[in-house]
């Protein structure tokens, strides 16, 4: 864990998630613009005749005017025709406006053939559902990311709901502190190797290490993180990832709370086989206020919310 510190102009940013930016450099010098070289003297052009003017001016304006008349009666003409073709089927001719949804096939569908799944738009980013079983798009970015502290980063658009969160957490006195947050692709490779090397010595082949680090270590493309939607978070006084997470008093506020700012413990640990992720109580997945508050309240996984 770093012990620097970021500094801005050596006057400590605020305890708050956003890095900020250094301001605009006000001492740089302005650069002037170069000015045109004056008109010499020696050059001067021969003064025109008034009469040549007029005539250049006279032969102009007849020539625009031709061309105009022209442009209208081929205008008349294509009008009386269209009017014609709709006279004929009955009817003036109407340019229908095919809906948006038509035109880009984005249609509210249900998530699952299953009754009772939730209806999720394919808009519907912040409900994305990432696991073993659907993987990430090869072609998946993320508009915008906003950079967190310490290197960390997250989907803009879920930034406002997160630091919310944070600020209502130290509110009550605790010290919640992110440990993770988007991940590159590489990065999650890194990491889900680094797991597989460790569950070697205890497996009989690579594939068998390879399920067994699946269950603490996402396979690369199937990692909320690499979604930008998904932080772990920990209490600075306990930085393990392990159960003893749980009795920490920075998770009992984000257990008892995380809803209300849109967020859900992704991983509960008696879903484990739904989700395909053993439990952590420090995974914590942005789905909005309303879907969070249904998750929550019921007891539910993101994959039984969607109908999965």
Known sequence: MSTQSCTLHNFPLPDREYYAAAPPQWNVPTVSRPRRPAPSRARRKPRQSP??????????????????????????????????????????????????????????VPASGREGGTSVCEDDWNLILVNGDHPLPEDFRIPELTQLRNGHAIDRRAYPALQRMMDACR???????????YRTREKQEELFEAKVQACLPQAASRKEAEEQAAQW??????????????????????????????????????????AEYGFILRYPTEKSALTGVGYEPWHYRYVGEEAAGEIMRQGLCLEEYLGY
């Open 217 to 258: 270590v996402s396979r690369p493309g199937t990692s909320e993180h690499q979604a930008g939607l998904a932080v772990d978070i920990v209490d600075t006084s306990y930085q393990l990832l392990d159960e003893g997470q749980e009795d920490t008093a920075v998770q009992q506020w984000l257990m008892a709370h995380c």
């Open 171 to 181: 509110a009550e006195g605790l010290a919640p502190l992110i440990c993770s947050s």
């Open 51 to 108: 009469l040549l003017a007029l005539l250049l001016l006279g032969l102009a304006l007849f020539a625009g005017g031709f061309l105009l008349g022209q442009a209208e009666a081929a205008g008349s003409r294509a009008a009386q025709a269209a009017a014609g073709a709709g006279a004929a089927a009955g009817g003036p001719v109407r340019i229908l406006e095919v809906p948006e949804a038509v035109r880009s096939g984005k249609e509210d």
